[in-house]
């Protein structure tokens, strides 16, 4: 350990920077986090720098730092992204006695800013010495992932309690309470807006009570399939799971991060193949929560589109079981962004339909008419069955067939494929996709890379006619 990590308290005491350009502004976003009496010595300062002088957020000095100007700073940084500048900027405020770090200059500075996970008042400082700032940042990232946004305001309001858990045992009873509070009730309360001090002492009603744990269910959308695509809330529910019920098409590698105790169930329920019946699953989802687990009921995309949500939660909400909802990147967004498109484009389209190909009757009817419209965009989900039904509809409601229609499985997967077609060989373009495809319709891809299909000859005559 060539560097030894230290907090060093900084309220109410002198910081100096030296500088006044991007390597300035960098290091004062994150100074002005403190409590320290902030002040910058620049001739010519960046606007941002000014602005902040003026709102008082930090002392501007506009002249080049001077012997004397460090006396008695507890830090001091000289950030002029230039050798001569800094070399004499450290010359000076190291002379005045203060520890001075020279940025992006490891060798001449005598201390170095860590990586900083600010959770505030938990806050985690990652150093590697300076031997691999990537690295750093790489950890501080994964950290970041780990230690939900509400972690500081969750730890402020239990700093505030001790005392009052102190009515629990000490030992396992009061370590559980502090594991339902950040792991559970604590993300959940900020999640819903609630007032953190009185989630804390229902929770310490319930210990004391001994009452038992509430159980949940969360329903939290997996995205379309690249793991990187989960959001940090749905990352944290699958780490915390008891329970995962979740459809066919979550992909292995969302599952690989679900927490290694967590019953996983598969509970089928996407296109056409065998999956169980909404009661079973709704049944399942009540039984694990009356025991008081943390259920996890994993969609694909978002539960919100598509996804039979309001029938899951419905069920829940009869049975008194507490609920929440993590959205997710649905399939019409991934395979927009797959091709290097918008759903929606000034003069082109205000408005972006989500239509599903099938509905519990068989297909499903539409508004044909607006869809038919020159500029029409629509996502078509589970339409691969009904693509030529459909194709007839619109060609029927007079739309062009040479209209782009761009077909996308696997939106955001290694095996993602892409077809582009027209409303004329829509049939042929979906024919032979055996993975979940979404249909965009007036959206023609920016790859060129795409499949292009050709029109087969007599393609527009034998469509139009049915
Ligand atoms: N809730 C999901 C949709 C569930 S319906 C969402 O918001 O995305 C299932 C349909 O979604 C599939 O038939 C297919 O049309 C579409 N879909 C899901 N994942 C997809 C993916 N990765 N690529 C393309 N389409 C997908």
Request: no cysteine.
């Given at each position: 350990m060539d560097h030894f990590p230290i907090f060093v308290r900084t309220q109410g005491r002198r910081v100096c920077l030296a500088g006044g350009g991007d390597a300035a502004l960098a290091k004062l976003r994150l100074l002005m986090k403190t409590q320290a009496t902030l002040v910058v010595f620049a001739a010519d300062p960046a606007p941002e720098i000014e602005g902040w002088a003026g709102q008082g957020l930090l002392k501007l000095v506009r002249r080049e730092v001077q012997p004397g100007d460090a006396r008695g700073a507890v830090i001091a940084?000289?950030?002029?992204?230039?050798?001569?500048?800094?070399?004499r900027a450290l010359r000076i405020m190291a002379g005045d006695g203060a520890l001075v770090n020279v940025v992006d200059d490891l060798e001449r500075s005598q201390f170095i800013t860590p990586a900083i996970v600010d959770r505030s008042p938990v806050v985690v400082a990652i150093g590697t010495e300076g031997a691999a700032p990537v690295l750093a940042r790489r950890i501080k990232a994964d950290l970041e992932e780990r230690l939900p946004a509400t972690l500081g305001r969750l730890t402020d309001v239990a700093r505030g309690f001790r005392a009052r858990a102190e009515r629990l045992r000490h030992g396992a009873p009061r370590r559980r309470f502090w594991a339902d509070w950040f792991e559970l009730d604590g993300p959940r309360a900020s999640g819903r807006?609630?007032?953190?001090?009185?989630?804390?002492?229902?929770?310490?009603?319930?210990?004391?009570?001994?009452?038992?744990?509430?159980?949940?269910v969360d329903f939290v959308g997996a995205g379309p399939g690249d793991p990187e695509l989960l959001t940090l809330k749905a990352r944290a529910a699958l780490d915390r799971a008891d329970v995962v019920i979740h459809d066919r098409l979550i992909a292995p590698a969302i599952l690989e991060l679900v927490r290694r105790e967590a019953m996983l169930v598969e509970a089928g329920k996407e296109g056409f193949g065998p999956s169980m019946a909404q009661g079973d699953i709704n049944d399942l989802m009540i039984r694990h929560a009356r025991k008081g687990r943390h259920v996890v009921r994993l969609k694909s995309g978002d539960p919100g589109v598509f996804g039979r949500l309001d029938e899951e939660s419905g069920a829940l909400e009869a049975e008194g079981i507490a609920f929440a909802v993590v959205p997710g990147i649905t399939a019409a967004s991934a395979a927009a962004a797959g091709i290097g498109r918008s759903l929606t484009r000034r003069g082109r389209n205000a408005e972006a339909r989500f239509l599903t190909g099938h509905d519990m009757k068989g297909f499903a009817d539409q508004d044909w008419t607006a869809l038919a419209r020159p500029g029409a965009v629509a996502a078509i989900y589970m339409g691969k069955r009904a693509a030529r039904w459909m194709q007839g509809r619109l060609l029927m409601h007079g739309a062009d067939p040479a209209t782009s229609v761009t077909v996308v499985e696997n939106a955001s997967r290694p095996d993602a494929v892409t077809v582009a077609a027209t409303l004329a060989t829509l049939p042929d373009a979906v024919e032979g996709l055996d993975g979940p495809a979404v249909i965009l319709m007036g959206i023609a891809p920016r790859d060129t890379a795409a499949i292009a299909l050709p029109v087969p000859a007599g393609a527009l005559r034998q469509e139009s006619a049915r």
């Open positions: 940084y000289a950030a002029h992204e230039d050798e001569d500048a800094d070399a807006g609630a007032d953190l001090d009185a989630a804390l002492g229902d929770l310490l009603d319930r210990h004391l009570s001994a009452a038992p744990r509430a159980g949940h």
